[in-house]
C-alpha cells in the first residue's frame, strides 16, 4: 500500500529575504500561495520573539489567505501560547530558541522543561491546536513528550544532514529507532531540520514517519528554479523513498 508522506513548507526565510532590505517584498504568505499550489499538504511558520523574519502580520494574513493547514512554530513562552490561542492554527510545533543563534539549534530538552511544558500543551489542546514538539530522536524525549500529553513530536534531522560517512548512517540509524519508539508509544512522528534533495529519500523511507517539514533549502533551490519545481522535486523523491 502507498503511503502518502505529507510535506509542510517552511517560508520563514522569505520573509528573512524581505527584512533583510525592508519593504514587503519577497511576500511570505504569495510563497505559501505557491507552496499551496505547488502540492504541498501544510505551511510552516516560526514567529521568534524578536520577529526576525516572520511578522505577526504574516501569521494574521496565513490564516487569512491560505487554505492549508498552518504549522506554527513557537517558542514555549506565555506570549506565544496567547498568540496561538488567539488565531488557532491548525498545529503548533514548540521549538528551543535562542535570541543569538541564526537558527534552531538542536531539539527542546522535554526532560527538563516537563513542569513548563506540560501546562502550555494543555492549553493549546484545550483549543484544538495539534500539538508537537521538535526533539532529538532519543527515547528519555519520547518518554517525556508522552508524559506531558504531547500527540506529536518532530525529529531534528539536523545532525543526521550536517554528518558525512559512518556518522551519517549512525545518525539515520537514530532517526529511524527514534520513529519506530515514537510510534510504538502512540506519539504521530514528523521529521525536519536541514534536509535537502540529497538527504530527504533516506528519512522519508522510515514508514513511521508522517510528515517532513522543510523550508531553507527549498526556498535556496526557489532561487534558481522556482519555489514549485523544487517543491515538485522533492515530493517526488520522498514519494519514490516512501512508496
Do not use: W
Not at 533583510?20 to 514567529?47: F, N
Not at 520573539?49 to 513562552?77: G, Q
Not at 532519543?138 to 500527540?151: K, N, R, S
Not at 519555489?227 to 517526488?236: G, N, S, V
Amino acid at each position: 500500500m502507498h503511503r502518502h508522506l505529507r510535506l509542510g513548507v517552511n517560508i520563514d526565510h522569505v520573509a528573512t529575504i524581505r527584512n533583510a532590505r525592508g519593504g514587503s517584498h519577497p511576500d511570505p504568505v504569495r510563497a505559501a500561495g505557491l507552496a499551496a499550489k505547488a502540492g504541498a499538504d501544510g505551511i510552516t511558520a516560526h514567529l521568534r520573539e524578536d520577529r526576525r523574519h516572520i511578522s505577526d502580520e504574516d501569521i494574521d494574513r496565513l490564516m487569512a489567505e491560505i487554505r492549508l493547514p498552518l504549522n506554527l512554530e513557537m517558542a514555549a513562552t506565555p506570549e506565544m501560547v496567547a498568540i496561538a490561542i488567539r488565531h488557532r492554527p491548525h498545529a503548533a510545533c514548540i521549538v528551543p530558541e535562542r535570541r543569538e543563534e541564526r537558527t534552531t539549534e538542536g531539539g527542546l530538552d522535554v526532560v527538563r522543561g516537563q513542569q513548563t511544558l506540560a501546562p502550555m500543551v494543555a492549553r493549546l489542546t484545550a483549543a484544538g491546536i495539534r500539538v508537537s514538539l521538535f526533539i532529538e530522536p532519543e527515547l528519555t524525549q519520547l518518554t517525556a513528550a508522552v508524559a506531558i500529553g504531547a500527540p506529536v513530536v518532530e525529529l531534528h534531522t539536523g545532525a543526521y544532514c550536517d554528518a558525512t560517512g559512518p556518522a551519517r548512517d549512525r545518525e539515520l540509524t537514530r532517526l529511524a529507532a527514534a520513529a519506530v519508539q515514537a510510534h510504538a508509544m502512540g506519539l504521530e512522528c514528523h521529521a525536519g531540520h536541514g534536509l535537502g534533495y540529497d538527504t530527504v529519500s533516506a528519512v522519508a523511507a522510515i514508514p513511521t514517519i508522517v510528515e517532513l517539514n522543510i523550508g531553507h533549502f527549498l526556498i535556496g533551490e526557489a532561487i534558481f528554479d522556482g519555489l514549485e519545481h523544487a517543491i515538485a522535486r522533492m515530493q517526488a523523491l520522498m514519494g519514490r523513498a516512501s512508496s
